[in-house]
């Protein structure tokens, strides 16, 4: 009888319990297109001209330093659309706008958006 050493039993038993690592997938970060706010699309980046064509003449425009401040007044709501170049030598274009009701309570800005285009096709 061949005699087997006794010791080498212990680390046999314990290498049947140690699993096999695994690969992890690999994770590779996207980027996502900017968000547009739904129904705002259609004055989003649109310049000064882009807007008076939209909603007709502006009720106020206002020229600050380095920026445009567009307002359209209509029945329902007032909007006013901010606009800032984009780069050195362009139009500025609408980045933001905000909206409210004409006594100032909040209203959804893109119903102010299409109420104010029902204005401008009501003319």
């Known amino acids: 009888m061949r005699y087997f050493p006794v010791f080498l039993f212990p680390p046999l038993i314990l290498a049947g319990c ?15 297109a900017p968000m547009r706010a739904t129904g705002l699309e259609r004055v989003l980046g649109e310049n000064a001209r882009g807007l008076v ?16 401040r567009l307002q359209f007044r209509g029945p329902i709501c007032v909007l006013d659309a901010y606009l800032y ?21 909040d209203i959804d800005r893109a119903s102010c958006v299409a109420a104010l285009t029902r204005r401008r096709e009501a003319r």
């Open 85 to 105: 170049p984009e780069s050195r030598g362009r139009d500025p274009v609408v980045t933001y706008i905000d909206a409210r009701q004409p006594d100032g309570r």
């Open 53 to 68: 064509a939209l909603f007709g003449p502006a009720d106020q425009d206002v020229h600050e330093e380095g920026s445009q």
């Open 18 to 32: 140690v699993s096999t690592p695994t690969a992890r997938p690999v994770v590779i970060p996207t980027r996502s």
